[in-house]
């Protein structure tokens, strides 16, 4: 059983920076695409960031809204993906969840990613 786990969130001020980490177990994780997704109170779960790893290639994409502050990287042999968020805005406060998929692609949409974390808290004030 595929499982994902969030860690990382908390509070901060605007500007500040935090790193998210989702930790992948139960499978081969260089089989799996990850994604991060954020919902805040009141709104739909929303695409934020994704990377495809296929053996030699790496793919990442990111939603406009997070491109040039929030940066998205793997780690393998810790099973683990990261998303660096700098310049943190109170717009970015939501609970963040990593998700995972087999196919290789840029999806955005929510119920295409097969497996889920739990989520984490990610708070900014200003």
């Known amino acids: 059983q595929v499982q994902l786990v969030e860690s990382g969130g908390g509070s901060v001020q605007s500007g500040d920076s935090l790193t998210l980490s989702c930790a992948f177990s139960g499978g081969t994780s260089t089989s799996y695409n990850i994604g991060w997704f954020r919902q805040a109170p009141g709104k739909e779960r929303e695409f934020v960031s994704l990377i495809n790893w296929d053996g030699g290639s790496t793919l990442t994409y990111s939603a406009d809204s997070v491109k040039g502050r929030f940066t998205i990287s793997r780690d393998n042999a810790k099973n683990t993906v990261y998303l660096q968020m700098d310049s943190l805005k109170p717009e970015d406060t939501a609970v963040y969840y990593c998700?995972?998929?087999?196919?290789?692609?840029?999806?955005?949409?929510?119920?295409?990613?097969?497996?889920w974390g739990q989520g984490t808290q990610v708070t900014v004030s200003s």
């Open positions: 998700a995972a998929r087999q196919a290789w692609g840029v999806v955005l949409v929510p119920r295409l990613y097969d497996y």
